[in-house]
Nanobody, 120 residues
Framework: QVQLVESGGGLVQPGESLRLSCVASGSVFGIDVMGWYRQAPGKQRELVAD???????NYADSVKGRFTISRDNAKNTVFLQMNSLKPEDTAVYYC??????????????WGQGTQVTVSS
């Protein structure tokens, strides 16, 4: 099992910044992709950004140029730097990791979520 603990959410005004962190612990060997999803009230959960162990990044169009994902593999931690925040970024942000299992299968693990609210 992999446990994920997120931190860094909060209430900010439009245009401000936040940095989310997520630490993975437990059976971390074999973790490949680390990323962030978000879910706003009444909407489906959506990918914000992810980063493979090989360094390939993937961003939602709505956050390109404003958000940056990074990871510290030695500390099994993934970060999301969020700049120029907008009210539409308001959501619960979930950390996600994908672990490679035998026979090329993958298993997803989720954090408990951290609230990000952007409001004036």
């Amino acid at each position: 099992q992999v446990q994920l603990v997120e931190s860094g959410g909060g209430l900010v005004q439009p245009g401000e910044s936040l940095r989310l962190s997520c630490v993975a612990s437990g059976s971390v060997f074999g973790i490949d992709v680390m990323g962030w999803y978000r879910q706003a009230p009444g909407k489906q959960r959506e990918l914000v950004a992810d980063l493979t162990s090989g360094g390939t990044t993937n961003y939602a169009d709505s956050v390109k140029g404003r958000f940056t994902i990074s990871r510290d593999n030695a500390k099994n931690t993934v970060f999301l730097q969020m700049n120029s925040l907008k009210p539409e970024d308001t959501a619960v942000y979930y950390c996600n990791v994908q672990k490679i299992l035998p026979f090329a299968t993958r298993r997803h693990y989720w954090g408990q979520g951290t609230q990000v609210t952007v409001s004036s």
